[in-house]
């Protein structure tokens, strides 16, 4: 696609559900990262992948939290049992090739809301 | 470690101001890259502009110019003539080459910027 769609736009949580939040990159990009952003913060970096390869989840913050992305392309993230403090827009983002000058295009987020 | 520090955390200007936005980073790789992005209240983070550490060439496009200064470690961002819609959060990042498989960027804080008409 033109650029980095991701799905839902916006979604609202009972605490204790679990969402899935979608990531589809543009279209041949290697690498591919999840970012977390708090209202009025800067983007927290959650995980990067390059292919189907998950080569850094450090920022991860629990192990509620995990993603995938089997075929090097669409990526989920999933969040378990979810709590109110997981309340935040979720950035995808990719980039054509995987050296860290490469520019990374992110898309508008998925809106997280736990109430 | 690596850091990046916009000190500004808001601006106000009325309409047709130029405006500066700074940026200061940490950083020990000889090596790095430096971006500005800008985030609109739509949530989407806008690509401005990429520099690496041996490019210390200023650059200009249309009313956007930035000034990289390594004997600083400063980065800034003008905007001249500003317009409303130039209203958004502007994000200074860092990324280190020699970071290994660790490929993500360093944010700054944010500026918020609002111009007036």
């Known amino acids: 696609g033109a650029g980095v769609s991701q799905s839902p736009r916006y979604k609202v949580a009972k605490r204790g559900q679990d969402v899935a939040l979608r990531c589809d990159p543009i279209s041949g990009h290697v690498s591919l990262f999840w970012y977390q952003q708090a209202l009025g913060q800067g983007p927290e970096f959650l995980t990067y992948?390059?292919?189907?390869?998950?080569?850094?989840k450090s920022g991860l913050p629990s192990d509620r939290f995990f993603a995938e992305r089997p075929e090097g392309s669409v990526s989920t993230l999933k969040i378990q049992r979810t709590q109110q403090e997981d309340s935040a827009v979720y950035l995808c983002a990719s980039s054509l090739v995987g050296y860290s000058g490469n520019t990374i295009y992110f898309g508008e987020g998925s809106w997280l809301t736990v109430v | 470690a690596q850091k990046v520090t916009q000190a500004q955390t808001e601006i106000s200007v009325v309409e047709k101001e130029d405006v500066t936005l700074d940026c200061v980073y940490e950083t020990r790789d000889t090596t790095y890259y430096l971006f500005w992005y800008k985030q609109p209240p739509s949530g989407e983070l806008v690509f401005l502009i990429r520099?690496?550490?041996?490019d210390e060439q200023n650059e200009i496009s249309g009313r956007y110019s930035w000034n990289f200064q390594k004997s600083t470690s400063s980065f800034n961002f003008t905007i001249t003539a500003s317009q409303v819609v130039d209203s958004a959060v502007y994000f200074c990042?860092?990324?280190?080459?020699?970071?290994?498989?660790?490929?993500?960027?360093?944010w700054g804080l944010g500026t918020s910027l609002a111009v007036n008409p």
């Open positions: 990042a860092l990324s280190e080459a020699n970071a290994g498989n660790n490929r993500k960027l360093i």
């Open positions: 992948f390059q292919n189907e390869a998950q080569l850094d």
């Open positions: 520099r690496n550490s041996f």
